[in-house]
């Protein structure tokens, strides 16, 4: 009998002092519910802005949206766990597959059975789709990040699947998912900046965006309501906050992804591996606050077209074996010419032009022959291509036959004009 109960006890230690690696287990820790404590971060980040941010948080990064520009970062390219920011992903497939949100979901016992973060689903339990989706953003519920994988994948294994897939067609090539909730496991990571433009993607579906914007939600499971509290902290309490997703495991430690717009400035910031959440909380408050201060959004069209227009009109290019002695010359495409400068370095924009002057014939519309370069403080933002915008052809004999004529011509009747003076 001693020996059983040795056993016992050893198995009951085991489990005190095994770790636990829920995603998103926000019991482990204290809730911020300090709204003073907040305010008086954002009071002391906005009085220290000038200074480049000092962060506990292992990985991090600011990014504009209008732009896709890293406007501050810290091993923002390093691979890094994510915990429950998973669900970004998550949330996304569901989204774009499921056309009819109002679906109705029966929980499986596996769903049921998940650990960690929870909306407090049962084996049985009927939900819709969109209360999955509400439960997962807003509670960072893993019962209903496997419920979704399961209804929209057939199998959570297959919905992992559809989650690299969307990687890969979002070029997220440092950014590979194992489980649909974000627990930990050993090939399951991201990076700060790759996070960021996923959650950039996922902000251009308003349905994405109104989920994750919203502070207070009541699911209905089984016809009857339950209330439920988005876990972003900064939601409601720092300006201009719009989104999106907390997690922690013990993995990733804590990690918040955040947006923010004030203005014309849209950005979103990632912080990953705080140590607690007053940290990750402290940390993206720190960096938004230096962005905004430090950075403006600039619409540098303007710029560019006046150096171009100066540009040619000082500027010829001559067509040699052509039907036309000089050709016209355009800008290409340029994917933003908004984008985010220093404060300091607005007075240093500069645009260089380089071009050739001289082209043979025949000449295709869209031939590029040269770039167009916005340096700010002697860093290149923006190239553009300069391109011929109409067709010039090579010419031929009769062409050929036709200008010696005329050449003629107009000899003649300066030599005649000439002998008339004389």
């Known amino acids: 009998m001693k020996k059983y109960i040795m056993y016992i006890l050893i198995f009951i230690c085991i489990i005190l002092i095994t770790p636990k690696v829920f995603a998103d287990d926000e019991d482990l820790e204290e809730e911020i519910n300090d709204t003073a404590w907040i305010y008086e971060q954002i009071e002391a980040a906005s009085s220290n802005v000038t200074n480049e941010p000092i962060i506990n948080s292992r990985a991090a990064v600011i990014y504009d949206r209008t732009s896709g520009e890293v406007i501050w970062g810290k091993e923002e390219k390093s691979q890094r766990k994510m915990a429950s920011t998973t669900k970004i992903m998550t949330s996304i497939v569901v989204i774009e597959e499921i056309k009819d949100l109002n679906q109705t979901v029966t929980i499986s016992s596996k769903a049921a059975g998940i650990g960690g973060s929870r909306l407090g689903l049962h084996t049985g339990d009927k939900i819709t789709v969109n209360d999955l989706l509400y439960g997962l953003m807003l509670e960072s519920g893993n019962d209903c990040a496997i419920a979704l994988g399961e209804y929209v994948g057939n199998t959570v294994e297959n919905f992992v699947d559809m989650m690299n897939k969307k990687a890969k067609q979002l070029g997220l090539n440092n950014t590979n998912f194992v489980t649909v909730n974000g627990l930990d496991a050993e090939e399951h990571y991201t990076t700060a900046v790759e996070l960021a433009k996923l959650t950039d993607y996922a902000l251009k579906n ?58 014309n400035m849209d950005i979103i910031s990632v912080v990953l591996g705080a140590d607690t959440k007053k940290d990750r909380t402290k940390d993206s408050i720190e960096i938004i606050e230096y962005a905004y201060a430090n950075y403006k959004i600039i619409d540098v069209t303007q710029n560019i077209e006046k150096a171009f227009e100066e540009w040619k009109e000082q500027n010829k290019i001559e067509i040699i074996k052509g039907t036309s002695k000089y050709v016209d010359i355009e800008l290409g495409e340029c994917d933003n010419k908004i984008i985010p400068i220093r404060n300091e370095n607005i007075k240093d924009i500069e645009v260089i032009i380089d071009s050739i002057k001289i082209v043979e014939a025949p000449i295709n519309k869209g031939n590029k022959i040269g770039k167009l370069v916005l340096k700010i403080n002697n860093e290149t933002r923006i190239s553009i291509d300069i391109i011929i915008s109409e067709e010039i052809k090579k010419k031929d004999e009769k062409t050929y036959f036709f200008e010696m004529l005329s050449n003629i011509k107009q000899y003649y009747k300066r030599a005649i004009a000439h002998t008339i003076e004389t």
């Open 206 to 263: 308003d349905r994405f965006k109104n989920i994750v914007g919203t502070k207070n939600y009541t699911v209905t499971i089984n016809g009857y309501g339950k209330a439920i509290d988005n876990t972003n902290e900064l939601l409601g309490y720092l300006d201009g906050v719009y989104g999106v997703k907390t997690g922690f495991t013990n993995g990733a430690n804590r990690c918040l992804v955040t947006s923010i717009k004030r203005g």
